[in-house]
């Protein structure tokens, strides 16, 4: 069904009035001096972030609409009932219309309040936002010379998007629970004892540099990369990411057969940044940043690359520090200690490796992965209630004369 042949349906012949926010709604801001803020506080503290904190005291109690005055103006969006204490620099917004559904007016900022901001602004993206902008913010009435038969319509779209919106967010708190549990499972699973280097029961503890040899790829010069090309090549900035930069495929040939290259499944280490992010090599053809982005290339007879890539996330690196920035060096590597369970039985050892891996691989997938498990359910949650927002809202467009208040 197509988004006009929806909203006829729904509308039902109604007319469609738009007006201007301020026309139907109280619009201030927080305490400009407020000091009680922390975790401990009874209270939701709204600021202009995401993040909501506590206070110990409350400057509102009322159903409202929190949106931060500078920074992520679009994306913040708070929906608010009974008591709370605001930010200097946060709007709240109270409908004083009868007319209008809180959680109607909620979804339908969310939609297109980004949008009508930008164009607004002078630059490409809004720093800041001031009242009169909020205020002539167009917002649409259905049916508005019948108020019950505007609240009903509202309260329709506002049941079918609260819908999708509470789903996501099960979907989330259920992504936590599973995040937290795989955490802890991680944490069992590889905690074997370690007291010192050698024998401890059925696990010995060797040094990074006794399983496998530190390797790095070739130096490439900024001068041999373009911002388009055949092979990506990745920096430590990129790492994990999408490339911005690229080398011509001779020199990626002639490099990966002169030099260093990690096979299908070693474990790529950043060595500076954020230390210790790993990302599992996949063969596809790419090429990775001398000394920052490195890997073990090491016997998976003896210790399996899935194995180390668990025990890497865990693993207390040895951090050198030169100057303001920390890094990495090959010596902290090889003095990594790494539990080996049942090095007397290879077979052995390696069985039990591979369960372990088994396991966590698992809550990986659920926990940790796009293409399927909580974070693509949740992905697809979003996307279906983004879609329907759009479809649900999609009113006639405001007259020429509807224009915000400069």
């Known amino acids: 069904m197509s988004s006009m042949n929806f909203m006829e349906k729904l509308l039902d012949g109604v007319a469609v009035e738009w007006v201007p926010l301020g ?12 000091q009680d803020e922390g975790e401990s506080g009874i209270y939701p503290f709204y600021v202009r972030s995401k993040n909501v904190l506590k206070s110990d005291t409350f400057e509102f109690d009322e159903v409202a609409i929190i949106i931060p005055g500078e920074g992520g103006i679009g994306d913040i ?5 009974g008591k709370y204490a605001l930010h200097q620099r946060a709007y709240r917004i109270r ?3 009868d007319a209008v559904n809180t959680k109607f007016l909620y979804h339908f900022m969310r939609s297109s309040f980004k949008q009508f901001i930008l164009m607004k602004s002078v630059g490409a993206t809004a720093i800041s936002i001031r009242k009169p902008m909020i205020e ?6 259905p049916s508005p010379d019948n108020p019950e038969k505007s609240l009903e319509i509202q309260a329709e779209i506002v049941r079918i998007l609260d819908t999708f919106a509470e789903l996501t967010a099960e979907l989330t708190a259920e992504l936590t629970a599973r995040k937290k549990q795989y955490n802890y499972y991680r944490d069992q699973l590889l905690s074997f004892p370690c007291s010192s280097v050698g024998m401890q029961g059925a696990v010995e503890w060797k040094t990074l540099g006794r399983i496998g040899e530190v390797r790095m790829c070739k130096r490439i010069l900024k001068s041999q990369t373009s911002s388009e090309g055949e092979i ?12 911005d930069a690229y080398i011509p495929r001779s020199l990626f040939e002639e490099y990966k057969s002169k030099y260093s290259y990690p096979k299908i499944g070693e474990i790529l280490i950043s060595a500076s940044g954020t230390i210790g992010r790993t990302v599992v090599f996949d063969g596809e053809d790419s090429y990775f ?7 073990i290339e090491n016997d998976e007879s003896v210790v399996l690359n899935k194995f180390l890539f668990y025990f890497y996330k865990i693993a207390n690196w040895g951090i050198s520090e030169g100057g303001t920035i920390q890094r990495l060096y090959n010596d902290n590597l090889r003095k990594l200690l790494i539990p080996v369970p049942y090095p007397n039985d290879p077979e052995k050892s390696i069985a039990e490796q591979a369960r372990i ?4 691989n698992k809550f990986e997938a659920l926990t940790h992965t796009l293409s399927e498990g909580l974070p693509r359910e949740i992905e697809l949650r979003q996307k279906q209630y983004a879609y ?3 479809l649900l809202l999609s009113f006639p467009k405001p007259a020429p004369d509807v224009a915000a208040v400069e």
């Open 23 to 34: 026309s139907v709604a109280d619009i201030g801001t927080g305490s400009s001096n407020r």
């Open 77 to 81: 969006f708070h929906y608010v009932e």
């Open 95 to 97: 409908i004083t219309s």
């Open 136 to 141: 002539g913010f167009p917002i649409p009435i």
């Open 232 to 243: 990506p090549f990745y920096k430590i900035g990129t790492f994990g990411k999408e490339p």
């Open 289 to 295: 940043q001398d000394s920052n982005i490195v890997w």
């Open 357 to 360: 891996v088994a396991i966590l």
């Open 388 to 390: 329907y927002r759009d």
